[in-house]
């Protein structure tokens, strides 16, 4: 499958926003809804809500895009997502609120990376856990 | 102190690293930096033999989206000016001579000279006009 790449970057940026409010308002309980976001968006780029919501309302408005971009680097992103913001939760849920602003705080330097300059951090890793993983096939 | 300070405080210390961050990655993306160094054996390996014209050594991968623009960027020039070609290898599948060049990202654009010397690196997609500044610093080009 493959994404008009305009639609991860407004995923990114409606999840910087998203993720702004849970460190203001400390709520567990939003932590966790940006966490099925993550989840559902890691399990398939078709059922990513921020993505079905671009698809839906923005995308006919504007002309197509001129390429398009692979959608696996963009689930392996919306997956470090989820871990971090999983991480966020149960830290506030659970009243560690340390824990659940230093992971959400991290989730949102990455999402702003890709919202205001298009750099796609969770996608470099994936390039990158490629690389490591065949040379550790190769090695091993 | 408040928590719902602390996270608006911590939010906009996280907006501004991510801003820092973008803007130093922004200045590096794609810009051609002077380089110095050969291997000839790995350049060997890749089809990059000394002796022949200027080289845009494309390290790519899969899935990577930015690699389609310096492929569009490299091919241009080298249909464009006599004496430079565009070589594209897979990264995944040369590990070894990525390592050895010092490929840490994709794309990495390599510009070797007519003598086998590495003579210039773009780590993301470049410009065309610094393709072709690149090309032309790479020597011996009918400008």
């Known amino acids: 499958m493959t994404l008009d790449p305009r639609g991860p970057r407004f995923a990114a940026v409606v999840t910087s926003v998203v993720l702004i409010a849970v460190l203001v308002t400390g709520s567990g309980w939003l932590a966790l809804a940006q966490t099925l976001v993550f989840a559902m968006g890691a399990a398939s780029a078709r059922y990513a809500p921020y993505g079905v919501a671009y698809r839906r309302f923005i995308a006919p408005r504007l002309e197509p895009p001129a390429e398009r971009e692979a959608a696996e680097p963009v689930r392996f992103a919306q997956g470090v997502g989820f871990v971090f913001l999983a991480v966020a939760t149960v830290g506030y849920l659970a009243g560690a609120t340390v824990v659940g602003i230093v992971a959400t705080a991290l989730a949102l330097v990455a999402a702003f990376l890709n919202a205001a300059f298009g750099f796609c951090l969770g996608c470099e890793l994936y390039l990158l856990g490629r690389r490591i993983a065949q040379t550790s096939r190769r090695t091993s | ?143």
């Open chain 2, 1 to 143: 102190m408040h928590p719902s300070l602390t996270g608006l405080l911590v939010a906009g210390a996280a907006v501004g690293a991510a801003t820092v961050l973008g803007l130093l990655w922004r200045a590096r993306d794609g810009r051609v930096r002077p380089a110095s160094g050969t291997a000839p054996h790995v350049l060997a390996g890749l089809g990059v033999e000394p002796g022949g014209p200027v080289t845009l050594l494309q390290f790519s991968s899969l899935y990577c989206a930015p690699c389609r623009v310096a492929r569009a960027v490299c091919a241009d020039v080298a249909a464009s000016v006599r004496g430079v070609r565009h070589v594209e290898v897979d990264a995944d599948r040369h590990l070894d001579a990525a390592r050895e060049l010092h490929v840490r990202r994709t794309p990495t654009v390599l510009v070797v000279d007519a003598a086998g010397n590495v003579v210039g690196r773009a780590v993301g997609a470049p410009s065309r006009d610094a393709v072709l500044a690149a090309v032309t610093d790479a020597g011996r080009l009918p400008r």
